[in-house]
């Protein structure tokens, strides 16, 4: 298992960001959350098997399309195990 916090900067609000990264973590079995943040960028927690959150990352790098993703940032986490899905947050 394996835990990272996310954040992508870019124009990543306003082009459906949360709900594609909703939509593909479901697809990968990725348990977490997603959420803007208020300096325009998005973060996000994905917990799950190695192979999938590192395939979620990758996903983030370009996003959906109409977003611009200039940075993603990736940091590992200690596995907390607290997920049952994959949300978007206020």
């Not at 954040?7 to 709900?19: C, D, E, L, P, T």
């Not at 190695?50 to 399309?65: E, M, Y």
């Not at 590992?76 to 947050?89: K, L, S």
Request: proline share 3%; glycine share 14%.
């Amino acid at each position: 298992m394996k835990r990272v916090r996310i954040r992508i900067s870019g124009v990543v609000q306003g082009v459906g960001f949360r709900f594609c990264c909703r939509r593909e973590a479901l697809a990968l079995g990725v348990r977490g959350w997603v959420r803007n943040r208020l300096d325009g960028s998005v973060e996000a927690v994905a917990e799950g098997a190695v192979g999938a959150v590192d395939r979620f990352v990758d996903w983030c790098r370009t996003g959906p399309r109409g977003a611009r993703v200039t940075g993603v940032e990736a940091v590992d986490e200690p596995d907390a195990g607290g997920f049952e899905a994959f949300e978007i947050v206020p």
